[in-house]
């Protein structure tokens, strides 16, 4: 989480927040169900709805939906992790703070280069047939798996409305995300504005009800 007495915006300009997870506070092995939450928090914090549409408030709500963009979804949340690599002596346990070293990326960067050396043979060779049919047999067991597995069942609404969510409106008036069933039932958003702009002719509006912003619904 940002030091005491600055903003997120603060720090990401001063270059201290190195990661997504630092983005939201949350370590590296927290489970979907601790992101979603505190991208939830941070996101109430900081929309310009409530913040003020200042560049700052602009700033840190576009770095908080960027770190839930990758991190919410499993598949680039693995690659993000491998794009991390392991940390470096330099690079340690974060601070009481919230926060690793003060150092530079480029500094670590360069220190990682001196610490390593190639063996006295030389760089080694790399093993092209050996990994590209590697990466055939690969590619065949998941072809072969994915004819035999079950369609994948719809994931459960995670409460954040977006375009395309299906929503019940509340007696209040307010939007709530629900599963779609794939019905003509289903009240399905076209679009999520800010909570004081309007919706487009021909769409009803109705508040998004944790507060982020204003779901258009067409009503045929």
């Known amino acids: 989480m940002p030091r005491a007495g600055r903003s ?23 489970p979907s169900s601790v992101i979603r939450a505190a991208y939830r928090d941070r996101a109430r914090l900081h929309h310009p709805d409530r913040s003020g549409a200042d560049a700052v408030g602009s700033a840190e709500m576009a770095a908080i939906n960027e770190a839930y963009r990758v991190l ?20 340690a346990a974060p601070s009481a ?24 043979a030389g ?8 990994m590209l049919v590697t990466a055939l047999l690969g590619s065949a067991v998941v072809l072969v798996s994915a004819a035999f597995d079950d369609p994948p069942s719809t994931e459960p ?13 509340e007696p209040n008036g307010d939007a709530r995300e629900i599963a779609c069933t794939n019905t003509p039932a289903d009240v399905v958003v076209e679009l999520l ?20 912003g204003t779901a258009c619904i067409r009503f045929d």
């Open 72 to 91: 919410g979804e499993p598949g680039r949340r693995a690659l993000y992790d491998r794009s991390l690599g392991a940390p470096t002596s330099e690079s």
């Open 8 to 30: 997120l915006a603060a720090e990401l300009y001063a270059g201290r927040i190195a990661t997504h997870y630092d983005v939201l506070g949350v370590p590296s092995d927290a």
């Open 193 to 212: 504005v800010p909570t004081l702009a309007s919706c487009p002719a021909g769409m009803a509006a109705h508040r998004d009800r944790l507060g982020l």
């Open 157 to 169: 609404p995670d409460g954040i409305i977006r375009a395309g969510s299906c929503v019940q409106i």
């Open 123 to 130: 760089p080694a060779r790399v093993p092209w047939k050996l």
């Open 97 to 120: 703070a919230g926060f690793g070293s003060d150092r530079s990326g480029d500094e670590r960067f360069d220190d990682r280069v001196r610490s390593s050396h190639l063996s006295p």
